[in-house]
């Protein structure tokens, strides 16, 4: 008679954190096995009917043999782990048994859940959207040597590091010497968030520094994200950066040679032709070979000579409002520049207001949108990348002086209308400055990347000029 043992990950804490997959196996069992703890918090969704076996702390290595013993019977059995079952959790345990061929008529599959780190990353932020490892400083099952030699790897390797089952009432000391080792290859000012009982109804979250946090407020509901070098707080938010922009210091100045994406901009100044366009122009132009990998791009950019500087001037003094024709733009633009300047980002394609006036007014939905905008928000950045009609519109607005904008970036790509909007732009821009993508070339990305390459104009001012000339 054979049997199956599922292993499942019950998530953090709460049920809306538990896969659809687990739900369904705890509720289709003949038998439920797990820590006493975990088996009280899902009794609610356990059937009558269904067995349950529970034990204490340490009881793993019982509750995996009752397990067997249980679907040697035929029974469907699922054991029970918090967070990602294979994650410190009983996956492990079960799949060496099972390797140990005692119950080979046993069938063992693995049900993944959200691990507890995962879930304080997501309450912090953006912790480890980079090279992260984790951590247990639990010497229960390996020898605090060996869990010594792991900080130090990870210290000195700069990864963003989880760091689970940090302190308990007899296990005090550990977390003290993780601190001491970190603060020997990272800065105090290193930042680190702390969440305890994630996803739980008494959740608490703490954003504090390498140097700044107590070891002894951390306890096991405690899981603790130590960011690396390049992690920083924006507001209430941890973020760990991908690396395509380097990060500001604290005094809003940016590291000179840091900013320029891993070397592929000076690739990029180094195969482009000779250029005696201004600075921030060819740092605009640059921006969007780098997205396009299309050289082509620096005989296709037009400006108006100063734009990009204009633009970064205003952004960055702060309040500025940005309107795009698609949220495709909006999702390419600097959030944390877009943040710490305070600059609002509108999209009225999916306005409730814009169906009922394209419809009146016989235009499209991105004109309507276009129309609504320059209404309510007439002095800000139009940033155009995917409608021409959008384009269309804006330059009859400018032709007809409805409207001073701080500026008009016209980027649609496409064959209907697109040369003839761009065309229709620079004839009535006058003077508001504006940066056009010439002919049928262009796109979300590249309209968002001339923005983004306004924000950080600085960035390019800070670098050898002899890379851009």
Not at 44 to 53: A, E, G, M, R
Request: net charge neutral; proline share 5%; with cysteine.
């Amino acid at each position: 008679m054979s049997g199956t043992i599922i292993v499942a990950g019950l998530g953090p804490g709460s049920d809306s954190m538990m896969t659809p997959q687990v739900l369904d196996a705890i509720r289709s069992a003949d038998a439920v096995v797990g820590y006493t703890g975990y088996i009280k918090s899902i009794e609610h969704l356990i059937p009558d009917s269904v067995q349950t076996v529970a034990t204490g702390m340490t009881g793993e290595m019982q509750r995996a043999e009752q397990a067997f013993a249980l679907a040697s019977e035929g029974r469907r059995v699922v054991v029970v782990s918090s967070g990602d079952a294979g994650i410190y959790g009983m996956a492990p345990l079960i799949l060496e048994l099972h390797a140990s061929g005692r119950w080979p008529e046993v069938a063992v599959a693995v049900l993944p859940g959200i691990s507890a780190f995962q879930a304080a990353a997501a309450q912090l932020g953006t912790p480890v959207s980079h090279d992260f490892c984790a951590i247990s400083l639990s010497d229960l099952m390996t020898p605090w040597e060996v869990i010594e030699k792991r900080i130090e790897a990870a210290a000195s390797a700069d990864f963003v590091t989880a760091v689970y089952n940090p302190r308990s009432r007899d296990r005090y000391w550990q977390i003290h010497r993780f601190k001491e080792l970190f603060l020997r290859h990272r800065s105090p000012s290193t930042p680190v968030g702390i969440v305890r009982n994630v996803m739980r109804s008494d959740e608490s979250v703490v954003l504090t520094t390498l140097g700044e946090f107590d070891p002894d407020s951390l306890d096991m509901f405690t899981v603790m994200l130590v960011g690396h070098s390049a992690t920083f707080f924006s507001g209430q938010r941890m973020i760990t950066p991908r690396g395509y922009f380097s990060r500001e210091k604290e005094d809003g100045s940016k590291p000179v040679g840091q900013s320029i994406m891993s070397g592929s901009f000076r690739t990029i100044a180094g195969l482009m032709k000779p250029d005696a366009r201004p600075i921030d122009t060819r740092w605009a132009v640059m921006h969007t070979i780098h997205t396009t990998a299309d050289f082509e791009m620096q005989d296709l950019f037009y400006a108006t000579p100063g734009a990009i500087r204009r633009w970064h001037d205003r952004l960055a003094a702060g309040g500025a409002t940005i309107i795009t024709d698609v949220t495709m733009v909006q999702a390419g633009l600097r959030k944390a520049a877009l943040e710490r300047h305070g600059i609002a980002v509108h999209c009225y394609l999916h306005d409730p207001r814009v169906a009922d006036l394209a419809k009146s007014a016989g235009i499209t939905r991105s004109q309507a949108g276009m129309r609504l905008a320059v209404a309510e928000h007439p002095d800000a950045l139009f940033v155009v990348g995917n409608a021409p009609t959008a384009l269309l519109e804006l330059a009859s607005l400018l032709h007809r002086g409805c409207f001073a904008p701080m500026g008009v970036i016209g980027a649609p790509v496409g064959f209907v209308n697109v040369v003839e909007s761009k065309h229709r732009l620079k004839a009535a821009a006058g003077a508001t400055p504006i940066a056009v993508i010439e002919g049928r070339k262009g796109g979300s990305a590249i309209a968002a990347t001339i923005v983004n390459a306004a924000f950080s104009l600085d960035e390019a001012e800070a670098m050898n000029p002899g890379c851009y000339v």
